[in-house]
């Protein structure tokens, strides 16, 4: 690094001694906190990410195109198409903790296997037809299905429909490159024709989708959900009843027409992945969050519904599958305003996924909404 003898309040006064003593620092690989501690300890975060919104109709077209020109197969293993952040140096990161992308598979393909120790889920806007095979076990994804599969975990991909079908893939991949513990392994270079069963529900879902009971024999806690399917039924079914209980006079809601549920670990109650915090949010027609902000950040999805969403200094109109970042520390709002392409509700539904795990364990989070720490 070069270092400039600077003539400010905060700075030592410039002499030619002091330039030689700068010399001497760089010689040694030396920096000296006083002309970098503004940077190193601002008095509040300033995220090298910005907020941005991506079109899901845009991103959808151009993963079409790419299923036609580009073969899944060992080496690029998957036709994933990440989000990089504009501000993020052209890295594949949509935050500098978070990755997501837009999975594109064709009619008939099959993602190969493989495992890594990146903690991952994937997330279905809209279509059917694929089935992922988690540790054998082959898993129905669905329109509004919440796929937790955590680190180093056999999995494939097979679409056993006529039709392509494309999700969303988040991962803690930034997270783990940053702190350069990251391992990947291949897998069998193809599935048995017993996983290419396409069952209505998986194995994982007959022992562990019972609500609020676990099977005695189970190890007490594991280390990312076993429960590979959080089906939209049971999401969708959990936001209606915490909406018309609110308006029965029952607490249960953040604020007033907005519903929200986490995806937990039935083993630990905690997150459902170590670093990942998975969310699924549902704003009444007409409904407004407060400004609210929080250490670390978040990738969001429109579900269903349409509105507006506010992060920091920047405004979007949004609809069904369009994703948006919110960069740590910057205030984020979001409002329903139906329209008539929208479900017969007008609810603006998001799904959310952040990296509050990692900040909670390390005792760095911090909120506030509207201003008050909380």
């Known amino acids: 690094m070069r270092l400039t003898v600077v003539d400010a309040p905060d700075q030592p ?3 030619d001694e002091l330039a030689e003593l700068y010399r001497g620092f760089e010689q040694e690989l030396l920096v000296p906190l006083w002309t970098e501690i503004g940077d190193l300890m601002p008095p509040h975060p300033r995220s090298k990410a910005v907020p941005h919104l991506w079109r899901w109709a845009g991103l959808l077209e151009l993963a079409g195109r790419a299923g036609h020109l580009v073969p899944v197969g060992r080496g690029g293993e998957r036709r994933a198409i990440a989000l990089a952040n504009p501000s993020l140096g052209g890295r594949p ?4 903790t978070l990755w997501a992308a837009i999975q594109y598979l064709m009619p008939g393909e099959d993602a190969p296997e493989h495992r890594h120790t990146q903690h991952a889920f994937r997330f279905v806007v809209e279509g059917e037809g694929v089935w992922t095979v988690v540790g054998q076990d082959p898993v129905p994804m669905g329109r509004g299905d919440f796929l937790p599969q955590g680190g180093w975990n056999w999995h494939a991909h097979h679409n056993a429909a006529d039709r392509p079908m494309a999700w969303i893939d988040g991962l803690d991949i930034p997270f783990q490159y940053l702190t350069e513990s990251q391992f990947f392994e291949f897998g069998r270079d193809a599935i048995s024709d017993a996983e290419r069963i396409t069952p209505d529900r998986s194995r994982s879902e007959r022992l562990w989708g019972h609500p609020g009971l676990r099977p005695v024999s189970a190890p007490a806690a594991q280390t990312g959900s076993p429960l590979l399917r959080y089906a939209w039924a049971d999401t969708d079914r959990a936001l209606t ?3 018309e209980l609110a308006d029965e006079g029952y607490p249960g809601v953040l604020e007033p027409g907005h519903a929200a549920v986490r995806y937990t670990n039935p083993t ?3 997150d459902v992945l170590p670093t990942i915090r998975a969310e699924m949010h549902r704003i009444r027609s007409g409904a407004e969050t407060a400004p609210s902000r929080q250490t670390g950040s978040a990738v969001y999805q429109v579900f269903d519904g349409s509105g507006r969403v506010t992060v920091g200094d920047r405004s979007w109109s949004v609809t069904r599958g369009d994703l948006f970042v919110v960069p740590s520390w910057v205030p984020f709002s979001a409002r329903s305003e139906a329209s008539a392409s929208d479900s017969d509700s007008g609810a603006l539904d998001l ?15 911090r909120s506030s909404v ?4 909380a």
Do not use: M, V, Y
Request: no cysteine; glycine share 6%; proline share 9%.
């Open 93 to 96: 990161f949509a935050t500098p």
């Open 268 to 270: 630990t109650a905690g």
């Open 241 to 243: 009843d915490q909406l």
């Open 351 to 365: 799904f959310t996924f952040n990296d509050a795990p990692i900040f909670e364990a390390l005792r760095l989070d």
């Open 370 to 373: 509207e201003g008050k720490d």
């Open 13 to 15: 006064t410039p002499s």
